[in-house]
């Protein structure tokens, strides 16, 4: 297997979903996804979040 590319000297077994990078499990985050994307994919969530709230206000006034 090819190494984690945080932890180069832990053999990895997994691999992101999203990105396929090969982690190790101590990189893996929720449901087989690594922490970088899940870093990413929080992100968009809160910037969806923001515009929403700003377009339902923009709506009520």
Do not use: Q
């Not at 590319?5 to 996804?33: A, K, M, N, Q, Y």
């Amino acid at each position: 297997m090819a190494p984690c590319s945080r932890h180069p000297d832990s053999e990895t077994s997994l691999v992101c979903r999203i990105c396929s990078e090969p982690c190790c499990e101590e990189c893996s985050g929720i449901f087989g996804i690594c922490t970088h994307c899940l870093y990413k994919i929080s992100v968009v969530i809160l910037v969806v979040m923001v515009i929403v709230s700003y377009s339902a206000w923009a709506f009520l006034l």
